[in-house]
């Protein structure tokens, strides 16, 4: 499948460049501010630009890397999270409803019957598998089924984006830290020891096993430096990456900005990013993780992050929080006065 990008609309640009230069402050004085008014205004074609309708997407799927003890918690934690993000009592639900944003949860392999939440409409149900395999023993999943994660993803882009102004992306899987590391260094060559984190809140000992872990299953994989990125997903990726780059690429397909979450989510973009490398004009990068992989993935994407508030959880949780200040852009670009509109001098003339 061909992931085509659309091109940033210059005549919008143009106009928010003029617009901003006659705001009543000083040139550019809201700095960064304003560089997102103008990103967004290329990447929605429109000046000013808007963003009203704001949808999170958490895709869950459990990772069979888990076996392993690579993870503080049990792989049951992703179900039980799934139900607390249903009912409204996660990090990410109470941060959306501050922000005005909708959630959607996304079953892309999560090991349990989550049939009642799907019935009652809680949930969507895209589920591949019960969980990708145990990549220390063999691929996360096959050819077909990575392909198949990445469909999901753009799929439910192509089926809203008349719906949505903007798309953000979250996750939820017991172990897919170590998933993400294993897909980042795959797809950098990063040394594992100094990409690999704490993850859930794991002593030394068990982080230090957990590099053993990635290093001997990347061995095991055979992932050269020049692997695909669609090689190293089925490789040692998850269902949930593959989903979360699928719409990124439909986000830039579409013409709508996606906004990225951490480390896990970032994984995601990279993974994009090395299919598409155009899909950089329309992502933004919602915080700084704590997670040392995180590094390493802004510096190849040569993206700031908006926010750094020493965040390492995951769930999209820096996401809705970044919204706020893209919607603050746009509210800067549409309300603000202008010179002439509010007959303010430009300069003090001495008669």
Known sequence: MMYETKNLNQNSIEM???????????????????????KLSGIQGVFPPKIEEKRIYIFACDHGIVEENVSLFRKEVTEQM???????GAAISVLSRHAGAGTVIVDMGVDADLSDLVKRGDILDRKISMGTENFSKGPSMTLDQAEKSLKIGFELVKESYNENDIYAIGEMGIGNTTTSTAVVSGLLGSEV?????????IDEKARLHKVDVIKESLQ???IERDESPLSVLQKVGSYEIGAMTGMILGCASFGRPVVIDG???STAALLAFKINPKVIDF?????????????????????????DLNMRLGEGSGTP??????????????????FESAQVSRENEVQ
């Open 16 to 38: 928010a460049n003029k617009h901003i230069n006659n705001l009543t402050m000083p040139s550019w004085a809201l700095g960064d501010l304003l560089d997102i008014g103008v």
């Open 82 to 88: 799934v139900r607390n993000f249903v009912s409204g």
């Open 193 to 201: 020891d100094l990409i690999t984190g704490r993850g859930t809140g």
């Open 220 to 222: 095991k994989r055979k």
């Open 263 to 265: 480390f896990i989510s």
């Open 283 to 307: 992502m933004f990068l919602g915080h700084r993780s704590m997670e040392p992989g995180h590094k390493v993935i802004i510096e190849e994407l040569g993206l700031s992050p908006l926010l």
């Open 321 to 338: 929080l970044a919204m706020n200040l893209l919607e603050a852009s746009c509210k800067i670009l549409s309300e603000m006065a202008t």
